[in-house]
């Protein structure tokens, strides 16, 4: 069931992305800040979501035909007209904002994994030296991947939804703002995880078993994510 409707969401996406392509460019920006206000509300049900957001696209470009604005169907105030929509919504279950969590997770630990095996192949080339696995610290890195993971999309989500419904916030904009936080947290989860002190029994693993377990990781992070 679960996955049908992921398929049924997928479907409502796509449709939605073509049909926007109709709105004039005040309406579509109007209607994107909608659609992402909702989008990043984490409690939501995403299928409900995605039919609420086509309903009010049909809408819009119905309205659009005659002659009127994304503002006459949400009125004065769009945030005030977001928050009743959101408040009638169901909510999503615990269960898939954890999968969604989770494979966040499974991808960032995956990258890292990567990164470390490729170190460990070229470093060396350079007379540098590259550490060993610390069974204790590699506990540590995975609670602070989990809880970072987490921080940082509750800290994405609200930024990007601060900025909407202002004057002068384009899409291209939330793009590069959320690149930009996006690429701060890695960072930030990074050299936290390097900064860590030794501790734990070293596991002398070669270079290739951080690269297949990074590639391995990536592939299972991104299929749950499509799942």
């Known amino acids: 069931m679960f996955k049908n409707n992921q398929k049924e969401i997928k479907a409502l996406i796509e449709e939605n992305n073509r049909l926007r392509q109709q709105l004039t460019p005040d309406n579509l920006k109007l209607y994107e800040d909608m659609m992402l ?10 299928y ?17 035909k005659d002659g009127k604005t994304a503002k006459d169907v949400f009125g004065g105030n769009p945030k005030d007209y977001a928050e009743e ?9 615990k269960r898939n904002v954890a999968q969604f969590i989770i494979a966040q997770v499974v ?22 030296k590259t550490p060993g696995v610390i069974t204790g610290s590699l506990m540590v890195t995975l609670l602070i991947a989990i809880i970072g993971t987490g921080v ?33 947290a890695f960072i930030a989860l990074v050299s936290i995880v390097y900064l860590l002190p030794d501790w734990g029994i070293a596991l002398p693993f ?17 299929r749950l994510q499509a799942a």
């Open 37 to 46: 206000y909702i989008r990043t509300d984490m409690r939501l049900a995403e």
């Open 48 to 64: 409900e979501s995605e039919q609420i957001l086509m309903e009010m696209l049909h809408h819009i470009i119905d309205s659009q």
């Open 107 to 128: 991808v960032l630990i995956g990258i890292v994994s990567l990164v470390e095996g490729l170190g460990k192949l070229f470093l060396p080339l350079f007379g540098l």
């Open 206 to 222: 070669a270079w290739w078993t951080y690269v297949l377990t990074g590639v391995l990781l990536l592939v299972i992070g991104k």
């Open 85 to 93: 929509l959101i408040a009638e919504l169901p909510r999503e279950k």
């Open 152 to 184: 940082a999309i509750y800290w994405i989500f609200k930024q990007i939804r601060k900025d909407l419904f202002t004057e002068g916030n384009s899409s291209k904009r939330q793009y590069i703002k959320v690149g930009l936080i996006g690429a701060v």
